[in-house]
């Protein structure tokens, strides 16, 4: 992750590909979204805190701000 964290200093757009089997798409069962966003680490403050309580290792939270969102599936 050190690499991505220098990454994301230099340009923090990012896409992230999610999809469920299980949650009813557009037409059937399962479904994915395209999230564009800006990313950072945040290694204090409420969102780290929540990570560092299920997942004492961690030494950041990764946070997306959503720019755009679309249904792929």
């Known amino acids: ?5 220098e990454n994301l200093k230099n340009n923090p757009q990012v896409l992230l590909s999610i999809a469920n089997r299980e949650v009813e798409g557009k ?9 564009k966003g800006l990313a950072s680490f945040e290694s204090q403050g ?4 929540m990570i560092k309580e299920k ?3 961690a030494r950041a939270a990764l ?3 959503i ?3 679309e249904q792929t599936l």
């Open 55 to 57: 997942f004492p290792w």
């Open 27 to 35: 037409s059937y069962k399962g479904t994915g979204f395209l999230v």
């Open 46 to 49: 409420n969102y780290f805190d």
């Open 63 to 65: 946070v997306i701000e």
């Open 1 to 5: 992750m050190v690499k991505t964290e």
């Open 67 to 69: 720019t755009e969102l």
